[in-house]
């Protein structure tokens, strides 16, 4: 099982709707969780970050997190042209004495205007 | 917040020639810091753990000849592409955090290494 999975996509949402990104992972001692934002060329963007279960909002953005489930979700609310992007989960565990971010694949928003 | 600076954004180099990256943390100590990797349309690819005052940590397939890093002070890790080819050209990317890294990590801009 791979330590972090998502959808690759495209998830194609029309503007104005709810995006839905989802996330598993498989270390059950991981600590933190978080979603990074990435365009074509750029590199990643930290948009959110949840360390206990339930729901975080910042904005038009929301995660969600149950560690019985091993589960990391975002809602991006009001979608915007502007949030088409690929979505990067990252998970945060110790590993040799330090912490290391393992990332899912992510997955490529698009929203149509 | 934390910030991480990485130089140079786009570099085009002969093969066979070395390159040199940096990547500072400027508002914080990083005795931590990574390097990844990404092909276009790929995903990041960890390439090795830069630690400060001791040897990277690199990741299995990675030629540690190849890529040096070295993490000299708290603030800085250069990699240093040597005897670089086609196949090397990429973007490269650092990250760091405050903390070790347990509120997340900041990202660089990024290098793209384009070797002709």
């Known amino acids: 099982q791979k330590e972090v999975e998502q959808n690759s996509g495209p998830l194609s949402v029309p503007e104005g709707a709810i995006a839905s990104l989802n996330c598993t992972y498989s270390?059950?001692?991981?600590?933190?969780f978080f979603w990074y934002r990435q365009y074509s060329g750029k590199s990643p963007e930290l948009i959110m970050s949840?360390?206990?279960?339930g729901d975080k909002e910042d904005g038009r953005f929301t995660a969600q997190l149950n560690k019985a489930s091993q589960y990391v979700s975002l809602l991006i609310r009001d979608s915007q042209p502007s949030d088409s992007a690929t979505y990067l989960c990252?998970?945060?565990?110790?590993?040799?004495?330090?912490?290391?971010?393992?990332f899912g694949k992510g997955t490529k928003l698009s929203v149509i205007p | 917040g934390a910030v991480v600076s990485q130089h140079p954004s786009r570099v085009i180099c002969k093969s066979g020639t070395s390159v040199k990256i940096e990547c500072r943390s400027l508002?914080?100590?990083?005795?931590?810091m990574f390097w990844y990797r990404q092909f276009p349309k790929k995903s990041l690819m960890l390439m090795a753990t830069?630690?400060?005052?001791?040897?990277?940590?690199?990741e299995q397939g990675v030629e540690k000849d190849k890529f040096l890093i070295n993490h000299a002070s708290l603030t800085l890790s250069t990699l240093t592409v040597t005897s670089a080819h086609p196949e090397d050209s990429s973007f490269y990317i650092c990250?760091?955090?405050?903390?070790?890294?347990?509120?997340?990590?900041?990202f660089g801009s990024g290098t793209r290494l384009t070797v002709v």
């Open positions: 990250s760091a955090g405050r903390d070790g890294g347990n509120y997340g990590y900041t």
């Open positions: 270390d059950r001692v991981s600590q933190s």
């Open positions: 949840i360390y206990s279960n």
């Open positions: 990252a998970v945060n565990r110790e590993r040799a004495g330090s912490y290391q971010l393992t």
């Open positions: 508002d914080f100590q990083a005795t931590t």
């Open positions: 830069s630690n400060e005052g001791s040897k990277a940590t690199y």
